[in-house]
C-alpha cells in the first residue's frame, strides 16, 4: 500500500463508513475492510480501475467529482476521502463543502506548490516546475489549481473548517522536524483531516 494510504488509515475509526473520491484501484479501501472492517465506496472515472475494484469486490460507482456528492445524502459517511485530487478538480471549495455535508470528516492529500524544490525550480529555471513528484509540464498537468498548504488553510478558515490534523511530509511520507516547523516550506505533500467547526 502506498505511503500516504498508511499514514490517513491511522485516522480512520474501525466500522467507520467511508467514501473514497477518485479512488483509483480500490487499494486503500481493500485495505480498510481487512484491517478495520470498514463499509466504503469509492469514486472513479477511470473505466480500469472501476474494473480492477470490481474484481477486487470494492463498491464503487462511475462518477464525475466535478459533478458533485448531489448522489448521496448529507451525513451519510463518518469520513469523506480525496487522496492526490483536490488540485485537479474545477471547485475545489464547493467539493470541500460537498464532503463535509456527506461526511462528518474528510481526509485529503495534495502537492504543496510552496514546497522550496518548486520555489527554487521557479526562480532559477523560469519555468513551473516538473519533477519526479510533479513530473507533467504546465501545458499537459492535471494540476488545475496550485496550491500552498497556506492556501488551502486559508480555504479552511473561510469555510469555518477545523484542521484537525495535519501532517507535512517529503515524497517518502517522513514527517521530520524542518516540515514540522516550517510546513510549507520543507513539506511536499499535505495530509490534512479536518472537519465542520461545531
Wanted: with cysteine; aromatic share 10%; glycine share 8%.
Amino acid at each position: 500500500m502506498r505511503a500516504d494510504l498508511e499514514l490517513i488509515q491511522k485516522w480512520i475509526r474501525p466500522g467507520s463508513r467511508v467514501l473514497d473520491l477518485g479512488c483509483g484501484q480500490g487499494e486503500l479501501l481493500a485495505g480498510l475492510r481487512e484491517r478495520k472492517q470498514v463499509q466504503g465506496y469509492g469514486l472513479e472515472i477511470d473505466p480500469d480501475n472501476i474494473a480492477c475494484c470490481l474484481q477486487n469486490g470494492i463498491n464503487v460507482l462511475d462518477q464525475d467529482l466535478d459533478k458533485g456528492l448531489g448522489n448521496f445524502a448529507s451525513d451519510s459517511f463518518d469520513v469523506v476521502i480525496m487522496t492526490q485530487a483536490l488540485q485537479a478538480v474545477h471547485y475545489p471549495d464547493l467539493l470541500l463543502k460537498e464532503m463535509l455535508r456527506v461526511g462528518r470528516e474528510c481526509i485529503l492529500t495534495f502537492p504543496n506548490f510552496g514546497h522550496w524544490r518548486c520555489r527554487w525550480y521557479l526562480a532559477s529555471k523560469g519555468r513551473m516546475p516538473v519533477s519526479e513528484y510533479l513530473p507533467h509540464t504546465w501545458y499537459n498537468t492535471p494540476n488545475i489549481h496550485f496550491c500552498t498548504f497556506a492556501d488551502f488553510e486559508d480555504l479552511c478558515r473561510a469555510l469555518n473548517l477545523e484542521v484537525k490534523n495535519r501532517l507535512a511530509v517529503d515524497r517518502q511520507h517522513h514527517h521530520g522536524l524542518a516540515s514540522r516547523l516550517w510546513p510549507n516550506l520543507f513539506g511536499e505533500i499535505g495530509i490534512y483531516r479536518i472537519a465542520g467547526k461545531a
